[in-house]
């Protein structure tokens, strides 16, 4: 069975640009989280889907992050304008129906310089 | 809201060696779940061990096991025979249990050096 998939791995950008994060979940997974995860920090939630539908997206900066689930199946996390403070891994995860473990992809690494 | 707390940013311990990495959480909800997960270097954050609250037994997957206290919201992790492989940032978790995916609420992570 195919884990998450999360691309690009690595990502560099100067501040004030625009970046983009895929994530494609297990197949037949319906949950789909974004986590932000901060040098030295734990990971925090940003946005979790229940299908194409959003369920929780209070702590994501809306100002500056989007995200869609159109399909229902793969993802993307976008940023624009970045500010340094985005710096971090975004790690994407996804659960099967019925809730209970969450099965998380490699990551992706943001600079912002 | 829930929190959790980690509470040993580093720990180091000898190979072949036992280590108990602690954490504590705090929350209303009575229905939950507890994880541990392994993330090294690579970034993959992996599950290692998972508890029901409902449980009263404890959890354990090979070298890894669990100290569970619901009363003292306390789920401390022990690992036996310390492999070099061990070596990552561990997190502890919570996750209220429903029908639905619910987010985890993790700790700050404690890293682990296992030395040879």
């Known amino acids: 069975e195919a884990g998450v998939a999360q691309s690009p791995r690595y990502k560099i950008i100067e501040k004030r640009q625009s970046v983009a994060f895929w994530c494609n979940p297990i197949?037949?997974?319906?949950?789909l989280y974004w986590y932000q995860q901060i040098l030295g920090q734990g990971p925090k939630l940003l946005i979790q889907?229940?299908?194409?539908?959003?369920?929780?997206d209070s702590q994501l900066p809306k100002d500056r992050f989007s995200a869609e689930r159109l399909k229902g199946v793969d993802s993307t996390l976008k940023i624009q304008p970045a500010k340094l403070e985005d710096s971090a891994v975004y790690l994407c995860?996804?659960?099967?129906?019925?809730?209970?473990?969450?099965?998380f992809g490699p990551g992706t690494r943001l600079t912002v310089l | 809201a829930q929190t959790v707390t980690q509470s040993q940013p580093e720990m180091s311990v000898q190979e072949a060696e036992t280590v108990t990495l602690s954490c504590t959480y705090d929350?209303?909800?009575?229905?939950?779940?507890l994880f541990w997960y392994k993330q090294p270097p690579s970034r993959q954050m992996i599950l290692v061990i998972r508890?029901?609250?409902?449980?009263?037994q404890n959890a354990t997957e090979n070298r890894f096991s669990v100290n569970f206290q619901k009363a003292a919201k306390s789920f401390s992790l022990k690992i036996s025979d310390s492999q070099l492989g061990d070596t990552a940032m561990y997190f502890c978790?919570?996750?209220?249990?429903?029908?639905?995916?619910?987010?985890?609420?993790f700790g700050g992570g404690t890293r682990l050096m296992v030395k040879p």
């Open positions: 995860a996804s659960s099967p129906p019925g809730g209970g473990e969450q099965f």
């Open positions: 197949s037949g997974h319906a949950t």
């Open positions: 889907f229940q299908n194409n539908g959003v369920v929780d």
């Open positions: 508890q029901e609250a409902y449980k009263q």
């Open positions: 978790a919570f996750m209220k249990r429903d029908n639905a995916g619910n987010m985890l609420t």
């Open positions: 929350t209303s909800e009575s229905n939950y779940y």
